[in-house]
């Protein structure tokens, strides 16, 4: 199966949750480009930022949406509030329910200590990560999903870091959370089967959010520089949109129960449905990861193109 062409999502309403930047955005605006109309939900507007403090917001992700084809709505939701999203569960309510639902919220990475052990790192800070991180995920489940089970053959996508539950150092609460949002899709597969619903998880690559590419000093058009010998990895990094274009293909895809409880990665979905990056390319970071660093091979001294 290849991408959905425009529209084919046309009638649809989907919910994003942490739509304001990164593979959130990313996922409203494929959603949007497939027709449907997408409720962008987070926390920073135009007239209000989160503590994240970036320049992104609902509102910017709503206009790309429309801009691609879709509706676009924004609503600011702090997920954290069980009052914010029951005012977003009345006001989707009021377009007949939920077709997809995709559960990206988190606002964890500034409580994440990737170079302490637990023990010795800041606990307020690592509970505030896991109530970020997990807490949200079950309220916006709560209060979402009966308008999901009103419509059929509904999609719940959850989003995390990782296909699986190996640990490859991440500091425990980062690791808890993924996990957990892991075990949270595997879960609703089996409680929403029986009403025709699909439940799954996606997990990006190594991604340029734009974060990461602040982080690096670099912008989406000059990321190559920021490939080094010390990160040598960013080289078979990928955009936000190589995910979202996934989850688009996926959410148009008449069969998408086959993956009913599963961690897909986004280079499962170029396998599967042929999706490409914004350049064109493949990116393969699953490959990458256990062909190099899994096999004890020195990434300075590899060319990465074979891995996009």
């Given at each position: 199966?290849?991408?959905?062409?425009?529209?084919?999502?046309?009638?649809?309403?989907?919910?994003?949750?942490?739509?304001?930047?990164?593979?959130?955005?990313?996922?409203?605006?494929?959603?949007?480009?497939?027709?449907?109309?997408?409720?962008?939900?987070?926390?920073?507007?135009?007239?209000?930022?989160?503590?994240?403090?970036?320049?992104?917001?609902?509102?910017?992700?709503?206009?790309?949406?429309?801009?691609?084809?879709?509706?676009?709505?924004?609503?600011?939701?702090?997920?954290?509030?069980?009052?914010?999203?029951?005012?977003?569960?009345?006001?989707?309510?009021?377009?007949?329910?939920?077709?997809?639902?995709?559960?990206?919220?988190?606002?964890?990475?500034?409580?994440?200590?990737?170079?302490?052990?637990?023990?010795?790192?800041?606990?307020?800070?690592?509970?505030?990560?896991?109530?970020?991180?997990?807490?949200?995920?079950?309220?916006?489940?709560?209060?979402?999903?009966?308008?999901?089970?009103?419509?059929?053959?509904?999609?719940?996508?959850?989003?995390?870091?990782?296909?699986?539950?190996?640990?490859?150092?991440a500091a425990l609460?980062?690791?808890?959370?993924?996990?957990?949002?892991?075990?949270?899709?595997?879960?609703?597969?089996?409680?929403?089967?029986?009403?025709?619903?699909?439940?799954?998880?996606?997990?990006?690559?190594?991604?340029?959010?734009?974060?990461?590419?602040?982080?690096?000093?670099?912008?989406?058009?000059?990321?190559?520089?920021?490939?080094?010998?010390?990160?040598?990895?960013?080289?078979?990094?990928?955009?936000?949109?190589?995910?979202?274009?996934?989850?688009?293909?996926?959410?148009?895809?008449?069969?998408?129960?086959?993956?009913?409880?599963?961690?897909?990665?986004?280079?499962?979905?170029?396998?599967?449905?042929?999706?490409?990056?914004?350049?064109?390319?493949?990116?393969?970071?699953?490959?990458?990861?256990?062909?190099v660093f899994l096999?004890?091979?020195?990434?300075?001294?590899?060319?990465?193109?074979?891995?996009?």
């Amino acid at each position: 199966m290849t991408e959905p062409q425009p529209r084919y999502l046309r009638g649809r309403i989907a919910v994003v949750t942490g739509a304001t930047r990164g593979c959130g955005r990313a996922i409203a605006v494929e959603l949007g480009r497939a027709g449907a109309t997408v409720f962008a939900t987070g926390r920073s507007t135009r007239g209000r930022r989160s503590e994240l403090d970036r320049p992104e917001t609902i509102e910017g992700t709503a206009e790309l949406v429309s801009q691609a084809g879709g509706r676009g709505v924004p609503v600011r939701c702090d997920f954290t509030s069980v009052a914010d999203v029951d005012a977003l569960a009345e006001r989707v309510a009021s377009e007949g329910g939920i077709d997809i639902l995709v559960d990206d919220v988190w606002g964890g990475d500034r409580y994440a200590d990737h170079s302490s052990p637990f023990w010795e790192a800041d606990l307020d800070d690592a509970l505030t990560l896991v109530r970020n991180g997990l807490d949200t995920h079950l309220i916006a489940l709560h209060r979402l999903l009966p308008l999901l089970l009103r419509r059929p053959g509904g999609l719940l996508v959850e989003v995390t870091d990782n296909d699986d539950d190996t640990n490859v150092g991440a500091a425990l609460p980062y690791y808890l959370v993924k996990c957990g949002v892991r075990a949270i899709a595997r879960s609703m597969a089996d409680a929403l089967a029986p009403h025709g619903g699909t439940a799954l998880a996606v997990t990006p690559g190594f991604l340029r959010s734009e974060a990461m590419l602040a982080s690096f000093g670099v912008t989406e058009a000059t990321w190559s520089e920021a490939v080094t010998d010390e990160r040598p990895e960013f080289a078979v990094s990928e955009t936000p949109t190589y995910l979202g274009r996934g989850v688009a293909a996926l959410a148009a895809d008449p069969e998408v129960g086959r993956f009913a409880g599963r961690t897909l990665a986004s280079w499962t979905l170029m396998h599967t449905y042929g999706v490409t990056d914004v350049d064109g390319s493949r990116p393969d970071w699953g490959r990458y990861f256990t062909e190099v660093f899994l096999a004890g091979r020195d990434p300075r001294t590899l060319d990465a193109a074979p891995y996009r």
